[in-house]
């Protein structure tokens, strides 16, 4: 079953438009919070994110993965596909 994935945003972020880049060239569906000037829900994002508060923050299946440079490093390491298809090791 595929995961769910999650992913906080600016709308206007570089490194979330590459992020989510990614995620849609592998085909993935994933939960969009655009919460820009929120920083309500940056606080809520940062309380999931282990007090990261940088834009994106990104979940897959509730389990927080990082930002966008970890989400490119667990691609070049051939662990984001499994996290993907929901087989977290
Ligand atoms: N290494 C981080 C960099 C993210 C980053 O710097 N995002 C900017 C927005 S594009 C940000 O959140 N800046 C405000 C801050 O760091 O508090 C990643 O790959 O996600």
């Keep these: 079953?595929?995961?769910k994935v999650e992913i906080y945003t600016w709308s206007s972020c570089?490194?979330?438009i590459r992020?989510?880049?990614?995620?849609?060239?592998k085909g993935v569906e994933f939960t969009e919070y655009v919460i820009d000037g929120d920083?309500?829900?940056r606080a809520l994002m940062a309380k999931r994110a282990?007090?990261?508060?940088?834009?994106?923050?990104?979940?897959?299946?509730?389990?927080h993965v990082g930002g966008c440079d970890d989400l490119?490093?667990?691609?070049s390491q051939g662990q984001l596909d499994p996290l993907l298809q929901g087989n977290a090791a």
């Design 1 to 3: 079953m595929a995961a």
């Design 14 to 16: 570089p490194f979330c």
């Design 19 to 25: 992020a989510k880049a990614l995620l849609g060239k």
């Design 39 to 41: 920083e309500e829900a």
């Design 50 to 63: 282990n007090g990261r508060r940088s834009l994106p923050q990104i979940f897959i299946d509730n389990r």
């Design 72 to 75: 490119y490093a667990l691609e």
